[in-house]
C-alpha cells in the first residue's frame, strides 16, 4: 500500500476542457464537466450549485432542552427528524438566515447566537456549504413556517436529542453534526 505525502497542491489537478448547463431552478443548478482528471485521462464531472448556504440552529434553554422539526422530506420519500434549518441566500448575513429560520419553523426568538460548525455537506457533487449555529436566552413567539412545510415541532431534553442520533433515530446530516458538536461543548464545559 502506498501513500502520497500530506499536503496540499497548490494548483487544481483536475482541468476542464468544457462545461455544459443540464439544469437550473432558482434553488439549484446542474453541471457537466468535461475534464482531465488528476491521473491524466479523460473523463466527465456533474455538479449541482447550490444557491443558498444550508443553515442549522440547535436552540437550547435554560434547562438544557432543545427543539425539533419534523416533517416530510420529499427526496427521501419519508418522515425526518431536524434541527431547525433551511436555507440563506448566497452573498447574505447568515446568522440573519439562522434566526429567520428558528423563528419561521418554531416560533422562538434568541438572545445569544454562537456560530458552532462550518461544513459541506456532500463536496464529491456539490458545492453546498453549511453553517450550525447554537441559540441561547430564548423566548417564545409564533410559528411562520412557509407555505411548503408541514411541520410538526417537539420540545426535548437535549440529552433524548443525543440519544436519538446515537440510535439512528435522527438521519439529517446537519442535524447528526450539530448535535454531535453541542453533546462535545456540553462535555466540555464550554456551554
Not at 473523463?43 to 434553554?61: P, T
Not at 464529491?124 to 410559528?143: F, K, M, N, W
Request: net charge negative.
Amino acid at each position: 500500500m502506498y501513500f502520497h505525502p500530506m499536503h496540499h497542491p497548490e494548483e487544481n489537478p483536475w482541468k476542464v476542457t468544457s462545461e455544459q448547463p443540464v439544469y437550473d431552478n432558482p434553488w439549484i443548478g446542474l453541471t457537466e464537466y468535461k475534464v482531465i482528471n488528476p491521473s491524466g485521462n479523460p473523463g466527465i464531472y456533474g455538479k449541482v450549485h447550490f444557491k443558498n448556504k444550508a443553515i442549522g440552529v440547535v436552540a437550547l434553554d435554560d434547562e438544557l432542552n432543545t427543539y425539533l422539526v419534523g416533517q416530510y422530506r420529499f427526496v427521501l420519500n419519508e418522515y425526518s427528524w431536524e434541527i431547525p434549518e433551511g436555507g440563506g441566500p448566497l452573498g447574505t448575513d447568515p446568522l440573519d438566515s439562522a434566526k429567520r429560520e428558528l423563528l419561521e419553523e418554531t416560533g422562538l426568538k434568541a438572545r445569544d447566537w454562537q456560530e458552532v460548525q462550518r461544513m459541506y455537506l456532500s463536496n464529491s457533487v456539490t458545492d453546498e456549504h453549511c453553517i450550525i449555529y447554537l441559540a441561547r436566552g430564548l423566548q417564545q413567539y409564533e410559528p411562520e413556517p412557509e407555505e411548503t412545510e408541514q411541520l410538526i415541532v417537539k420540545k426535548l431534553p437535549f440529552a433524548d436529542v443525543y440519544q436519538m442520533v446515537l440510535d439512528g433515530e435522527i438521519l439529517d446530516s446537519v442535524s447528526v453534526a450539530a448535535i454531535l458538536k453541542v453533546q462535545l461543548m456540553l462535555t466540555q464545559g464550554i456551554i
